[in-house]
Nanobody
Framework: QVQLVESGGGLVQAGDSLRLSCAAS????????VGWFRQVPGKERDFVAG?????????SYSDSVKGRFTISRDNARKMAYLHMNSLKPEDSAVYFC??????????????????????WGQGTQVTVSS
């Protein structure tokens, strides 16, 4: 079983930066792809960024955050991060970390659909004021 705990959210001003952290517990973190999603009330959970399993060489971003956000992972610490720069009010949302089932034979690519992830954290609120 994998548990994920996000942290690092808060209230910031437009143009500021934040780093979200996702702490994972459970086995074989390095064999799992990891993603970040966000959700505002009344809307679906949207993909933000994804990183492949193993060494995190491959990443994927939504068009709305490309060039401003960076996803990374530290397998030794069982951590994933979302570095957010040049924040905008429209980035305000609850941010969720997600992880896939383990894949031992082949590396999993960065995945963009919420249905492809098996484990979710409880979310952390990010609010960007204008």
């Amino acid at each position: 079983q994998v548990q994920l705990v996000e942290s690092g959210g808060g209230l910031v001003q437009a143009g500021d930066s934040l780093r979200l952290s996702c702490a994972a517990s459970g086995p074989e973190f390095s064999f799992r792809a990891v993603g970040w999603f966000r959700q505002v009330p009344g809307k679906e959970r949207d993909f933000v960024a994804g990183i492949d399993s193993y060494d995190g060489t491959n990443t994927s971003y939504s068009d709305s955050v490309k060039g401003r956000f960076t996803i990374s992972r530290d397998n030794a610490r069982k951590m994933a991060y979302l570095h957010m720069n040049s924040l905008k009010p429209e980035d305000s949302a609850v941010y969720f970390c997600a992880a896939t089932r383990r894949a031992l034979a082949l590396a999993l690519p960065p995945l963009t659909r919420a249905t492809e992830y098996d484990y979710w954290g409880q979310g952390t609120q990010v609010t960007v004021s204008s």
